[in-house]
């Protein structure tokens, strides 16, 4: 199906301003260029509704900063979290002992998201804000996986050390 006129005309005139403005802001064309494409990716998706707008071009630019932003926030995240390995972390350090296995294999048996919510918020130490924008969700759906876990884990005999008082808080 061919984009209509008005549609490919905005892109092909937004997608050097973007990648350019993006590029400033991010210091990465390689970056701007993927978030100026996923800014037209939902251009096009919502075409219907930016099209009636005064200017559909300050929306993209708008979309475009507040990815950009979201990226920015996911590199200070990750950041963090390769300071914390770079410096050592008593239980990314430990032998493989059999309650290390045990504890391993018992993280292997939850669903994806609760295991990477635990291993942020306990394993790396990432607050409930960090861990939220890691996994690209909200501090409450944060809070709901790891109790989730703490409860699958305590089934499973595990868990004891997940305390939900002092690590929630933060």
Known sequence: ??????????????WPRLVGALSLWTGDRGVA?????????????????VRTLDQPGGWAHRVALNLARSW??????????????????????????????????ALGRLPERQRAAVVLRYLLDLSVHDTAAVLGCGPNTVKTLCLRARRSLQRMGLGEGLSAEASDAR
């Open 72 to 105: 920015a926030r996911r590199q200070r995240v990750a950041r963090r979290a390769q300071a914390r390995l770079e410096h050592g972390h008593p239980a990314l350090d430990a032998p493989d002992t059999g309650e290390v296995l045990a504890v391993r294999a």
């Open 33 to 49: 260029e993927e978030l100026a494409q996923e800014t037209l990716i939902r251009v096009c998706q919502r075409w219907s509704k």
């Open 1 to 14: 199906m061919e984009a209509p006129e008005d549609l490919a005309r905005l892109c092909r005139a937004e």
